[in-house]
Protein backbone atom coordinates (compact mmCIF):
# COMPACT_ATOMS: atom_id res chain seq x y z
CA UNK A 1 0.00 0.00 0.00
CA UNK A 2 3.08 2.50 0.98
CA UNK A 3 4.11 2.02 -2.59
CA UNK A 4 0.42 3.27 -3.78
CA UNK A 5 1.03 6.06 -1.72
CA UNK A 6 2.64 8.49 -4.07
CA UNK A 7 0.91 7.28 -6.80
CA UNK A 8 -2.08 8.27 -5.50
CA UNK A 9 -0.51 12.12 -4.79
CA UNK A 10 0.43 12.80 -7.98
CA UNK A 11 -2.84 11.83 -9.34
CA UNK A 12 -4.46 14.24 -7.01
CA UNK A 13 -2.64 17.01 -7.67
CA UNK A 14 -2.56 16.11 -11.82
CA UNK A 15 -6.04 16.05 -11.76
CA UNK A 16 -5.91 20.18 -10.04
CA UNK A 17 -3.00 21.50 -11.85
CA UNK A 18 -4.59 22.57 -14.76
CA UNK A 19 -8.04 24.20 -16.26
CA UNK A 20 -10.54 21.91 -17.41
CA UNK A 21 -10.86 20.89 -20.65
CA UNK A 22 -14.57 22.44 -21.43
CA UNK A 23 -14.89 24.85 -19.50
CA UNK A 24 -18.60 26.11 -21.92
CA UNK A 25 -20.04 23.21 -19.94
CA UNK A 26 -20.91 23.09 -16.35
CA UNK A 27 -21.58 19.50 -16.18
CA UNK A 28 -18.55 18.61 -17.46
CA UNK A 29 -16.65 21.07 -15.41
CA UNK A 30 -17.84 19.35 -12.23
CA UNK A 31 -17.33 15.70 -13.63
CA UNK A 32 -13.79 16.37 -14.85
CA UNK A 33 -13.17 17.59 -11.21
CA UNK A 34 -15.04 15.23 -8.63
CA UNK A 35 -12.94 12.36 -6.98
CA UNK A 36 -11.21 11.08 -4.09
CA UNK A 37 -10.04 14.63 -2.91
CA UNK A 38 -11.44 17.33 -4.92
CA UNK A 39 -15.36 17.99 -6.01
CA UNK A 40 -15.94 21.10 -7.26
CA UNK A 41 -19.68 20.73 -7.31
CA UNK A 42 -20.07 20.31 -3.58
CA UNK A 43 -17.47 23.11 -2.84
CA UNK A 44 -19.43 25.39 -5.33
CA UNK A 45 -22.98 23.87 -3.53
CA UNK A 46 -21.61 24.38 -0.20
CA UNK A 47 -20.73 28.14 -0.97
CA UNK A 48 -23.99 29.03 -2.90
CA UNK A 49 -25.92 27.92 0.46
CA UNK A 50 -23.77 30.10 2.54
CA UNK A 51 -24.00 32.90 0.82
CA UNK A 52 -27.26 32.68 -1.18
CA UNK A 53 -25.53 33.27 -4.36
CA UNK A 54 -26.38 30.70 -7.12
CA UNK A 55 -23.81 27.85 -8.21
CA UNK A 56 -23.84 29.28 -12.27
CA UNK A 57 -23.19 33.04 -11.01
CA UNK A 58 -19.86 31.81 -9.38
CA UNK A 59 -19.03 29.28 -11.72
CA UNK A 60 -19.78 32.17 -14.54
CA UNK A 61 -17.49 34.86 -12.46
CA UNK A 62 -14.64 32.30 -12.44
CA UNK A 63 -15.16 31.48 -16.09
CA UNK A 64 -14.96 35.14 -17.04
CA UNK A 65 -12.36 35.80 -14.88
CA UNK A 66 -9.54 32.98 -15.24
CA UNK A 67 -11.41 30.46 -17.54
CA UNK A 68 -10.67 27.96 -14.51
CA UNK A 69 -7.14 28.45 -14.84
CA UNK A 70 -5.39 28.07 -11.22
CA UNK A 71 -2.42 29.62 -12.34
CA UNK A 72 -3.72 32.47 -14.46
CA UNK A 73 -2.44 35.92 -14.13
CA UNK A 74 -2.71 39.49 -16.55
CA UNK A 75 0.01 39.56 -18.63
CA UNK A 76 3.04 41.10 -18.61
CA UNK A 77 4.17 44.30 -19.75
CA UNK A 78 7.48 43.94 -22.41
CA UNK A 79 10.00 46.18 -22.45
CA UNK A 80 11.49 47.03 -26.11
CA UNK A 81 9.42 44.12 -27.05
CA UNK A 82 11.44 41.19 -25.46
CA UNK A 83 11.99 42.07 -21.51
CA UNK A 84 9.65 41.33 -19.25
CA UNK A 85 8.00 43.80 -17.21
CA UNK A 86 5.80 43.85 -14.31
CA UNK A 87 1.89 42.65 -15.03
CA UNK A 88 -0.92 45.06 -14.48
CA UNK A 89 -2.13 44.17 -11.36
CA UNK A 90 -1.40 41.38 -8.73
CA UNK A 91 -4.49 39.36 -10.07
CA UNK A 92 -4.14 35.58 -9.45
CA UNK A 93 -5.60 32.57 -9.69
CA UNK A 94 -9.03 31.15 -10.40
CA UNK A 95 -10.76 33.96 -9.07
CA UNK A 96 -8.23 36.85 -10.35
CA UNK A 97 -8.29 38.19 -6.72
CA UNK A 98 -5.95 41.50 -6.15
CA UNK A 99 -3.35 40.51 -3.39
CA UNK A 100 -5.19 43.45 -0.75
CA UNK A 101 -8.83 42.43 -1.55
CA UNK A 102 -7.32 38.34 -0.71
CA UNK A 103 -5.66 39.69 1.88
CA UNK A 104 -9.03 41.66 3.40
CA UNK A 105 -11.20 38.12 2.67
CA UNK A 106 -8.60 36.25 4.54
CA UNK A 107 -8.53 38.81 7.61
CA UNK A 108 -12.53 39.46 7.68
CA UNK A 109 -13.14 35.67 7.29
CA UNK A 110 -10.53 34.25 9.49
CA UNK A 111 -9.05 32.05 6.09
CA UNK A 112 -5.40 32.51 6.46
CA UNK A 113 -4.72 29.36 4.64
CA UNK A 114 -6.89 30.26 2.06
CA UNK A 115 -5.11 29.86 -1.54
CA UNK A 116 -6.08 31.74 -4.53
CA UNK A 117 -5.25 28.44 -6.64
CA UNK A 118 -7.23 26.42 -4.86
CA UNK A 119 -10.92 25.97 -6.53
CA UNK A 120 -12.39 25.79 -3.27
CA UNK A 121 -10.79 28.81 -1.62
CA UNK A 122 -11.67 31.30 -4.74
CA UNK A 123 -15.05 30.17 -4.99
CA UNK A 124 -15.74 30.60 -1.29
CA UNK A 125 -13.88 34.29 -1.67
CA UNK A 126 -15.81 34.94 -4.73
CA UNK A 127 -19.38 33.70 -2.93
CA UNK A 128 -18.42 36.32 0.53
CA UNK A 129 -17.65 39.13 -2.22
CA UNK A 130 -20.96 38.89 -3.93
CA UNK A 131 -22.90 38.69 -1.09
CA UNK A 132 -20.58 41.52 0.67
CA UNK A 133 -21.66 43.17 -2.98
CA UNK A 134 -25.03 42.21 -2.16
CA UNK A 135 -24.96 44.06 1.48
CA UNK A 136 -23.19 47.02 0.30
CA UNK A 137 -25.20 47.93 -2.69
CA UNK A 138 -28.08 46.23 -3.16
CA UNK A 139 -27.19 44.12 -6.29
CA UNK A 140 -29.41 40.90 -6.16
CA UNK A 141 -27.39 37.97 -5.76
CA UNK A 142 -28.57 36.58 -8.93
CA UNK A 143 -27.64 39.15 -11.39
CA UNK A 144 -24.13 38.07 -12.66
CA UNK A 145 -24.21 41.09 -15.05
CA UNK A 146 -23.75 43.85 -12.07
CA UNK A 147 -22.27 41.23 -9.40
CA UNK A 148 -19.81 40.95 -12.07
CA UNK A 149 -19.43 44.92 -12.52
CA UNK A 150 -18.85 45.32 -9.14
CA UNK A 151 -16.52 42.39 -8.49
CA UNK A 152 -14.08 43.46 -11.65
CA UNK A 153 -14.32 47.56 -10.41
CA UNK A 154 -14.87 47.81 -6.47
CA UNK A 155 -17.56 48.38 -4.56
CA UNK A 156 -16.54 52.05 -4.25
CA UNK A 157 -16.03 51.75 -8.25
CA UNK A 158 -19.08 50.30 -9.16
CA UNK A 159 -21.03 52.71 -7.68
CA UNK A 160 -19.22 55.32 -8.93
CA UNK A 161 -20.03 54.02 -12.11
CA UNK A 162 -16.21 53.85 -13.41
CA UNK A 163 -17.06 50.20 -15.29
CA UNK A 164 -19.26 53.03 -17.97
CA UNK A 165 -15.57 53.73 -19.39
CA UNK A 166 -14.00 49.97 -18.80
CA UNK A 167 -15.05 48.11 -21.90
CA UNK A 168 -13.36 44.94 -20.38
CA UNK A 169 -15.57 45.53 -17.23
CA UNK A 170 -18.83 45.49 -19.64
CA UNK A 171 -17.28 42.73 -22.30
CA UNK A 172 -16.44 40.57 -18.66
CA UNK A 173 -20.12 41.67 -17.39
CA UNK A 174 -22.23 40.03 -20.33
CA UNK A 175 -19.78 37.09 -20.45
CA UNK A 176 -20.73 36.39 -16.90
CA UNK A 177 -24.10 37.02 -17.40
CA UNK A 178 -24.25 34.74 -20.72
CA UNK A 179 -22.24 31.58 -18.96
CA UNK A 180 -24.52 32.10 -16.13
CA UNK A 181 -28.03 31.97 -18.27
CA UNK A 182 -25.80 28.48 -20.14
CA UNK A 183 -24.60 27.06 -16.93
CA UNK A 184 -28.24 27.52 -14.52
CA UNK A 185 -29.65 25.29 -18.06
CA UNK A 186 -26.96 22.79 -18.04
CA UNK A 187 -27.30 22.25 -14.43
CA UNK A 188 -31.00 21.44 -14.57
CA UNK A 189 -29.88 18.14 -16.86
CA UNK A 190 -26.82 17.07 -14.58
Not at 47 to 70: C, H, R
Not at 137 to 145: E, L, M
Amino acid sequence: MHRLLPLVAVLALSSCASAPKNTANTCAIFEQREGLFTNWRRDAERVSAEFGVPVPVLMATIQAESNFDPKARPPRRWILGFIPGKRASSAYGFAQALDGTWAEYQRRTGRFGARRDQFADAVHFIGWYHADSHRRTGIDRTDAYSLYLAYHSGHAGYEREVWRNRPEALRGARRARDMAARYAAQLKRC
